[in-house]
Nanobody, 122 residues
Framework: QGQLVESGGGLVQTGGSLRLSCAAS????????MGWYRQASGKQRELVAS???????SYADSVKGRFTISRDNAKKTVYLQMNSLTPEDTAVYYC????????????????WGQGTQVTVSS
């Protein structure tokens, strides 16, 4: 089985910064694309940023220039550095990863973290 564990959410004032982390664990053969999604209250979950295994990145227009996604393949961990936060960034942030497990290495499965709350006060 695979698992994603997130950390780093919290409460911050407008203009502040937070760094989210998400570590994959379990009997993992390979970690492919990783990403961060968010879901604000009453809204649909949306993709914030993603990163491939060879470090190609993409961002939602709303976070370009403010958020940076990165990963450490050796640690099977993805990060989201969030700067210049605004109240519109308030949401539950979810980590997502495309994993291949050792016992079924030909199968790619999307895993989700448990979510971490980010609240930006005005």
């Amino acid at each position: 089985q695979g698992q994603l564990v997130e950390s780093g959410g919290g409460l911050v004032q407008t203009g502040g910064s937070l760094r989210l982390s998400c570590a994959a664990s379990g009997h993992i053969f390979r970690v492919n694309d990783m990403g961060w999604y968010r879901q604000a209250s009453g809204k649909q979950r949306e993709l914030v940023a993603s990163i491939t295994s060879d470090y190609n990145t993409s961002y939602a227009d709303s976070v370009k220039g403010r958020f940076t996604i990165s990963r450490d393949n050796a640690k099977k961990t993805v990060y989201l550095q969030m700067n210049s936060l605004t109240p519109e960034d308030t949401a539950v942030y979810y980590c997502n990863a495309d994993l291949q497990l050792r016992d079924t290495s030909w199968v790619r499965t999307a895993y989700w973290g448990q979510g971490t709350q980010v609240t930006v006060s005005s």
